[in-house]
């Protein structure tokens, strides 16, 4: 069953296009994550599902119903905000009860709501408190509370946990996805955070400039990018892009080369009028690199270490691949990255040699980055 449904939005700040045309059909019960850049609309759409922005077209239906109009209280959803906003001279009880108050529900239901919330979330014997006298994380969960009182139709969220440490992120995140599970709601998340995005997201939504580049499963959007943007955006250490020319075109296999690094074939997504000579970008993600023996040409790559990041159990290596063409790189210390499973002995200044997984390259057009290699397969969940 369709739970929301965003038609054609666009939002304009004055000559500003923040928001455009976005279509979404959210089922009942899933749990969306919305990603993208700084500025990308993120905020803004999920503030007009809220009605705390005015839309300047389109349509926003939930459960059936047109609330393009609404106010948000008739809306049927509630928000959890970055900054919990919860009134400081009300109770931690006060404020769980507040929007069933303000909806003049009898007493006994917001009691019994109240107690179920914090029940849920662990909370049962802060009732009293104010919220200056709770920690960051409990603030967090009164703030769920609140709207898990109001049984919305679907849950808003913010960036709800990025005030918390690191330690209390990930304990808040294991929760909100059982949250989830238990009220079987459907939820609009917004997150930086890509391991949020990835562990909690029924589908992922990536967003740039104001359009959805493309929505999938997270493993999905991992494995099957639709475009360099995408391939780029998720995954951290960021995917690696080099700039190739095609050397010889059969069929559906092609054949890429750049100075600096050794032919390698990748299997396209369908045959292509791929003419010798043309430009294109090749995309590899850090783990699937791996340092070879010198001596080994084979789809290597010849570098120098710039910088090891010894992670315990993993290790991410910054190489410095000379004149090998790369797009923008990302941590601005060497050209490639590359990420071992292991505790690996190299240092600053180490020659080393990288072998490219031949079954892990992507190939995106030059113009537009759209992926054109073919598909990989997706290990289930
Ligand atoms: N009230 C406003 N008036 C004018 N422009 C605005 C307003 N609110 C947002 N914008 C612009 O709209 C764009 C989208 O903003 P939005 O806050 O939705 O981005 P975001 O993806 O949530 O960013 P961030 O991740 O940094 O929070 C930005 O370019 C922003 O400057």
Redesign the pocket.
């Known amino acids: 069953m369709t739970s929301l449904e965003l038609r054609e939005i666009n939002?304009n700040?004055?000559a500003?296009h923040?928001?455009r045309g976005i279509d979404l059909t959210v089922a009942q019960g899933e749990f969306i994550v919305?990603v993208?850049?700084?500025?990308?609309?993120?905020?803004?759409?999920?503030?007009s599902i809220a009605g705390l922005?005015t839309i300047s077209s389109g349509q926003i239906v939930i459960n059936g119903r047109d609330v393009t109009r609404q106010e948000p209280g008739d809306r049927g959803i509630a928000m959890v905000f970055q900054s919990y906003a919860l009134y400081p001279h009300m109770t931690v009880a006060e404020n769980m009860g507040f929007g069933l108050r303000m909806a003049k529900r009898p007493k006994a239901e917001i009691d019994a709501a109240v107690a179920r919330a914090a029940k849920i979330l662990r909370i049962s014997d802060q009732l009293d408190k104010r919220p200056k006298q709770l920690s960051g994380g409990q603030r967090q969960r009164v703030a769920i509370g609140r709207a898990i009182t109001r049984s919305p139709e679907v849950f808003l969220f913010?960036?709800p946990l990025s005030n918390l440490d690191a330690a209390l992120r990930t304990q808040m995140r294991v929760e909100l996805s059982s949250l989830h599970a238990e009220l079987g709601a459907t939820m609009v998340y917004?997150t930086?955070d890509q391991v949020e995005a990835m562990t909690m997201a029924s589908r992922i939504v990536v967003?740039n400039q104001?359009i959805i580049e493309q929505v999938g499963s997270p493993l999905e959007l991992y494995r099957n990018p639709d475009n360099l943007f995408v391939a780029g955006f998720l995954g951290a250490p960021r995917m690696n892009f080099l700039g190739v020319t095609v050397d010889a075109v059969s069929g559906r296999s092609v054949t890429v080369a750049a100075p600096g690094l050794s032919p390698l074939t990748v299997e396209l997504s369908q045959p292509a009028t791929l003419s010798k000579g043309a430009s294109l970008t090749l995309g590899v993600r850090p783990e699937a690199i791996s340092v070879v023996a010198e001596g080994n040409e084979s789809g290597a790559v010849h570098g120098e270490v710039r910088l090891v990041e010894h992670l315990g159990r993993e290790t991410i290596l910054y190489v410095d691949a000379g004149n090998l063409s790369t797009i923008a790189s990302e941590s601005g210390t060497g050209n490639i990255t590359a990420q071992l499973s292991y505790v690996a002995p190299f240092a600053a200044g180490q020659k080393v040699a990288l072998k490219l997984d031949a079954r892990e390259l992507y190939l995106f057009s030059a113009d537009g980055g759209r992926t054109i290699s073919a598909r990989k397969t997706i290990l289930d969940k």
């Open positions: 939002k700040y004055g500003y923040a928001l919305m993208g850049p700084s500025g990308c609309g993120k905020s803004t759409l999920l503030k922005e913010d960036e917004v930086h967003l104001g």
